[in-house]
């Protein structure tokens, strides 16, 4: 009963008084042990252990009003207790004895008396003086704080000992060395303690375990702590080097122990003192020199030599002197007080344990102590202020990690704050948005939830819908219906709608079939092109007799600036049918053509689907632009989703990802436009029906460039009343000397660029102009003022002399007050755009653009020389090339010896540059065994190619050249440096050639013909399989060239080196093929 009485009476004390975290778990900690330690039970509540007395007086105040927990706050780490500690007791909640729980349970069922709180201050009597002069210089207890007095025995040993007096005995330093007697050693990873705030720590060693209990025994309960350098070193109650530990640590004496649980020893510890670590002595030293050193030494602890924990021999640490009325020292010590009371005014359950520290202001290193004890900060830091004993720096350490957790406090709070109000306003957002929302709707500003699909609804009256789409409609629309107004997934369904019911179902235009009108909008739109009018119009006949034009699909195929683009909406034009644009340029996705699927985020159709939704019908001339532009890099890529789309037979139902129904483009006239064939995959060019678009001729371009260029680029410039004028001799030296390619791109720029500086020198012109007709008329108007100048009366001078010395006040401030609104309307006139009025040119004023002055609109020529050799040395042939992008040139092949026969190393070689690839090499290489074969064959006695080092070259290296067509051309220029006979410079030649001679037919000969003209070549060597391509050029391109078709290259030959008797050629080389043999024959002798 007696042991239940105290235990009730110490819970009432908790209940009824506001106590400090500390003193609540010391008060909790006793009362979980009182069931095994009778000394606890003298007396009542009157006989509290000594250990509680320091606090009686100045931690136990009356209860105020409020909610506030019986039990008092959880002792944390700002209370001392450390965190391993509470680790280990939270893991095992169900079988603590300290948790307030039990207590809970046990006051329940136990009657709780009155207890009157001047009772309890007066029975403990020790006054908080009273406590702080207990003090030893050369006791255990002499450091910077005493602890509290009590008995430290273990609960299950030491049953006998019930009286209060059983003082623990003093250990005393050394008289000559200053140093304690080796003591119980233990490191900590927590947190360190700091001296006069008790703390907890648990202990699994048995041998340390075994240790504490006889040190109990020994009255001795006195061990040192150091905070271990590395936290990632495993737990351990043993110090197993002295390097692993922080050489301050503190002296600590043992208030209270229990075991909570099986193999857990909790020590309730009271930090007396700093102390250095001067030696130590650990398990694994024992055994060897250690324990020779120490052997025969005689210490009052040497009791612990024989267990296997690590001591230690310490000194007691003393802090620097310091003047209490430095400056400083209080701005400190005011500075940690004030930020104490700010985080006292945030909790309220810190409040009276931050009163009891501020209450120590006066005891600066205790002070600092207790900050440092209070906040939670890095164990490293809390080390740092364990090591300061300057007491300066010691309370400046303390107020930075004051500030640092004050801080963080502050965060914490605002974080919180903002959240909760940026919660409130998307509440109170989302109220006013649906009660407006509800208004709106009531007022009918916007539709209903019911008329959002209405739209729908009314799309889908004007439109004929597959059943399959008709479906997938009603169910998306019922989807939407049931959906929450907020959910994510009503847009989604609101997009695919919209989408859905923007498809042209079953909208046709009507085709028109009217040839006539046909080939009137073709030749207005168009110059030249005849073929490929022809073609069109037989399209369009076609579908006229059969009614229809499905499933055709046309691709346009020629050179840059032919006008395939406009071709094709030419046709659109005369069908009647709506023109839309797809480019394809660099398409490497085949979800940009058939659409994402809708589990993507932001998912659209592809770009077919947007192309119907743009053409707003079913049968619309869709033009799939540089269908030769996608990257054929990716299997499975954009190409292959053409051939879905591009075939006939599969396009009927096409499905884009998105809209998930099939689509009939059976209808849609598909027309492609290409630079270039090869670069189309061949299963799709086997869909479609090719038309070329060939090049167009100087003078077709000049035709153009009148009929078409010039009027639209003088519209654009504002010139076009006859102001500029360009003559035919002018647009043909442009296009000769600037625009040599097959397209219209590049002269139409420059035209542009001429009417661009003409208007500029027009305007130039109208400026001069009146700016001279203005300085006339000024000047004529000068000279009416000073001729009707009048007299002025010597009075009249002298009074509006006098009236302007003398202004009064307030025609001064009625002229200010004038010259306000003068002053805003000029401002406000001046940020006024001036209204831009066309100018009024001249009729006088014309440019005329000729040959002569061409350079100063354009700037000088790029093309210089019609051609590069006027006559070519012996070894140069002139071959004739066609571009990707439809232009033709002509082609040099150099051929050159790099050393005289009679000096070489009498070894042949041939080396081929120029940029040139692999069929290119493959061509010059069997050009080289040919024309070896043939020199063998025809000139024998020539033995140029036995010893002859030749270097190949075609010129513009930096250009890549490819193609089998300069087969005879590298023939060519090696017999010519064989037979050292120049090739006639007028001649031109193209063809591919074998091995044994035969020359095989090439393409691109319309722009190959184009090219030879332009370099001044008139006679055009070719093969005789391509001969009828000749009645398909028009003869403005055929006119004044001479064309030779040649089946082997001996019909080449006696073209280019007519009447070339045997003699001569074989008599070439003769002369240093004797110096040759010579020289071997000498080399041989040697």
């Known amino acids: 009963m007696l042991r239940t009485s105290c235990t009730s009476s110490l819970r009432r004390v908790v209940g009824k008084y506001v106590v400090s975290p500390l003193v609540a778990s010391q008060i909790r900690f006793a009362t979980s042990s009182v069931r095994s330690q009778p000394y606890l039970l003298n007396s009542e509540l009157t006989e509290l252990p000594a250990q509680f007395k320091r606090y009686s007086s100045i931690l136990l105040t009356e209860k105020p009003e409020g909610d506030v927990p019986e039990s008092g706050p959880e002792p944390s780490g700002e209370s001392g207790i450390s965190e391993k500690s509470n680790v280990e007791n939270d893991k095992h909640d169900g079988n603590d004895e300290i948790k307030p729980e039990a207590e809970k349970n046990e006051k329940d069922e136990i009657e709780k008396p009155e207890i009157d709180k001047d009772a309890i201050v007066e029975t403990d009597g020790v006054s908080e003086s009273s406590v ?55 490191p900590m990873k927590d947190r360190p303690p700091l001296p006069g705030r008790p703390f907890a720590i648990n202990i699994t060693d048995p041998e340390v375990i075994r240790s504490i209990y006889t040190i109990i025994d020994k009255r001795e309960p006195y061990f040192v702590l150091f905070h271990v350098k590395d936290p990632n ?19 600590c004496q043992i208030i209270r122990h229990t075991t909570p649980r099986p193999g857990v020893f909790n020590v309730l510890g009271y930090p007396l003192e700093r102390c250095s670590l001067a030696d130590l002595s650990t398990p694994s030293e024992k055994k060897g020199e250690t324990e020779t050193r120490k052997e025969g030494e005689n210490f009052p602890t040497s009791y612990l030599k024989g267990l296997k924990v690590s001591y230690a021999t310490v000194k007691p640490v003393k802090d620097e002197p310091f003047d209490k009325t430095s400056t400083d020292i209080k701005s400190l010590v005011e500075s940690l007080k004030a930020l104490l009371s700010k985080m006292g005014a945030k909790n309220p359950l810190e409040k009276l344990q931050i009163k009891e520290g501020t209450e120590l202001v006066n005891d600066p290193p205790r002070f600092a102590d207790f900050v440092g004890s209070t906040i939670h900060g890095d164990p490293k830091k809390i080390q740092e202020i364990l090591e300061s004993l300057n007491i300066q720096t010691r309370l400046s350490k303390a107020l930075e990690l004051l500030k640092v957790e004050l801080k963080a406090s502050l965060i914490k709070e605002n974080t919180i704050h903002n959240l909760s109000t940026k919660a409130d306003e998307y509440q109170t957002r989302l109220f006013i948005k649906e009660f407006i929302k ?24 004007h439109l004929k819908m597959t059943e399959e789409a008709l479906e997938a409609y009603n169910a998306e629309k019922a989807k939407m219906e049931s959906q929450n107004e907020h959910s994510s997934e009503l847009g989604v369904s609101e997009r695919y709608l919209d989408w859905l019911t923007s498809i042209p179902w079953g909208i046709y235009s009507k085709d028109r079939f009217n040839i006539k009108q046909a080939r009137e909008i073709l030749d207005r739109d168009h110059y030249g092109l005849k073929d490929v009018k022809d073609r069109i119009l037989e399209f369009i006949s076609m579908g006229r007799v059969s009614g229809k034009v499905d499933g055709k699909i046309l691709c346009l195929t020629g050179p840059p600036g032919t006008g395939k683009t406009s071709i094709a909406k030419s046709i659109a034009e005369s069908l009647n049918r709506k023109y839309v644009r797809i480019a394809m340029g660099g398409i490497q996705d085949v979800h940009e053509v058939k659409g994402h699927r809708r589990t993507y985020v932001g998912s659209i159709p592809g770009r077919i689907i947007s192309a119907l939704k743009q053409a707003k019908t079913s049968n619309p001339l869709m033009l799939i632009d540089e269908i030769d532009k996608l990257d054929l890099s990716r299997s499975g890529g954009a190409s292959s989703a053409f051939l879905e789309i591009l075939d006939p037979e599969q396009n009927n139902a096409f499905v884009d990802n998105y809209i998930d129904v099939k689509v009939d483009l059976s209808k849609v006239l598909f027309v492609c436009t290409a630079n270039y064939l090869g670069n189309i995959s061949p299963p799709l060019r086997d869909r479609m029906e090719i038309i070329e678009v060939n090049g167009y001729t100087n003078n077709e371009k000049i035709e153009i460039a009148k009929r078409h260029l010039i009027p639209d680029a003088a519209k654009k410039a504002g010139l076009e009343g006859g102001h500029v004028v360009i003559e035919t001799k002018t647009i043909s030296r442009l296009i000769e000397k600037y625009c040599r390619e ?14 661009s500086k003409a208007s500029l020198k027009i305007v130039e012109e109208v400026e001069a102009r009146e700016g001279e007709s203005k300085s006339k008329s000024e000047e004529a108007k000068s000279e009416a003022i000073t001729g009707s100048v009048t007299e002025i009366s010597v009075e009249d001078a002298t009074v509006k002399a006098q009236s302007i010395e003398e202004p009064s006040v307030e025609s001064a401030s009625q002229k200010v007050d004038e010259a306000k609104p003068v002053e805003s309307e000029e401002l406000k006139s001046d940020e006024e755009e001036e209204e831009v009025v066309k100018l009024e040119i001249p009729d006088d004023i014309k440019l005329e653009i000729t040959s002569a002055n061409l350079k100063d609109y354009v700037g000088p020529e790029i093309y210089t020389r019609d051609r590069v050799y006027d006559i070519p040395p012996p070894g140069v042939a002139t071959g004739l090339s066609y571009s990707t992008s439809g232009n033709g040139d002509a082609l040099y092949i150099e051929s050159i010896l790099t050393h005289s026969i009679g000096s070489g190393s009498g070894h042949a070689s041939i080396h081929v540059t120029g940029s040139l690839k692999d069929v290119m090499k493959e061509s010059a290489s069997i050009a080289y065994s040919f024309a070896k074969s043939y020199m063998v064959k025809n000139y024998p006695e020539n033995r140029f190619f036995e010893a002859a080092e030749i270097h190949v070259h075609c010129p513009d290296g930096a250009i890549p050249k490819d193609g089998p067509s300069a087969g005879i051309s590298f023939t060519s220029s090696l017999i010519s440096l064989a037979l050292q006979k120049p090739l006639p410079p007028t001649i031109a030649m193209t063809g591919e050639i074998t091995v044994t001679g035969r020359v095989l037919a090439v393409g691109g000969l319309r722009e190959k013909i184009l090219g030879a003209k332009r370099y001044g070549c008139n006679t055009i060597i070719f093969p005789k399989d391509i001969e009828n391509e000749l009645e398909e050029i028009p003869e403005e391109v055929k006119e004044g060239v001479k064309f030779i078709p040649v089946e082997w290259y001996q019909d080449v030959f006696d073209e280019i080196f007519p009447n070339l008797s045997s003699d001569e050629g074989n008599e070439v080389w003769k002369e240093e093929f004797n110096k040759l043999d010579k020289k071997k024959a000498s080399n041989k002798k040697k």
């Open 132 to 186: 702080e002069n207990v003090s030893g210089s050369s006791s255990a207890a002499g450091g910077a704080s005493a602890p509290p007095s009590g008995n430290s025995n273990n609960n299950n040993n030491n049953n006998n000992n019930n009286n209060d007096n059983d003082e623990p005995n003093e250990i005393v330093t050394n008289a000559g060395t200053g140093l304690y007697p080796p003591l119980l050693a233990i």
């Open 742 to 755: 097959s397209g219209l791109r590049n002269i139409k720029k420059l035209i542009t660029r001429i009417f």
């Open 438 to 461: 509800e208004l709106q709707k009531r007022a009918g500003i916007v539709e209903s939830d019911d008329k959002k699909t209405s739209k729908f609804d009314e799309r889908l009256k």
């Open 233 to 251: 070193e495993g737990d351990t109650d043993v110090i197993n080097s002295k390097d692993s530990v922080y050489n301050i640590g503190v002296h």
